[in-house]
């Protein structure tokens, strides 16, 4: 064997060659396999319900990292709790994975008082509810011009077009009477005729 090589160095440095190739890609996946924890994972924490506070540290001790990806409006959970997990609790990852958590909003939902004025009582409230807004009520006042929108309003404070209120706010849409000054129009008719009433008797 040794005068074979002896014979053919080219073949010898090609073998040679050859093993040293295997030994270093073995070397190198060995290496990649305890730089990446191949073999090696961690089951995720059930974190729905927590504080951001509380689940960030949870998942700090299972070796995995919280990244917060978006944030609702859900009045049934906690301000600030988590509502939703990727991956979902029980899953098998790697460690130091990333956990995208979605939480609830740490503040209440904020709604844009739209330009309601002159249009009717029905569309107005219609408008409103739409957008969000659950509390609405209407009230009654004197203006010349009937069933149409004057303002809105929230706890005795006019609001103008553009206002940001909480979606849970109480709105007041005030509408026109059609009477103006709070006078009946049978009022105004009675009064005239007392006038040209006293008028004719002035003159007899």
Wanted: negative net charge; charged residues 20%; proline residues 4%.
């Amino acid at each position: 064997m040794v005068d074979f090589f002896r014979r053919h160095p080219v073949l010898f440095n090609l073998l040679l060659m050859a093993i040293t190739s295997v030994i270093l890609l073995m070397l190198a996946m060995w290496g990649l396999n305890i730089w990446t924890g191949h073999g090696k994972v961690q089951v995720v924490p059930d974190v729905s319900g927590m504080s951001l506070k509380e689940a960030m540290v949870t998942l700090q001790r299972c070796n995995l990292h919280a990244e917060v990806i978006d944030s609702v409006h859900n009045d049934q959970a906690s301000r600030g709790s988590v509502v939703d997990q990727v991956p979902p609790a029980g899953d098998k990852v790697k460690p130091g994975r990333d956990i995208y958590l979605t939480i609830n909003a740490f503040t209440k939902k904020q709604l844009t008082i739209p330009d309601l004025t002159g249009s009717s009582a029905r569309q107005a409230m219609s408008v409103l509810r739409s957008l969000g807004f659950n509390d609405v009520t209407s009230e009654i006042v004197p203006s010349d011009y009937k069933d149409l929108v004057l303002g809105v309003k929230s706890m005795g404070v006019s609001l103008r077009a553009g206002t940001q209120v909480p979606a849970d706010a109480r709105l007041t849409v005030e509408v026109g009477s059609g009477i103006s000054g709070g006078f009946e129009e049978s009022d105004t008719l009675s009064a005239l005729d007392n006038t040209e009433w006293e008028q004719t008797e002035f003159f007899e």
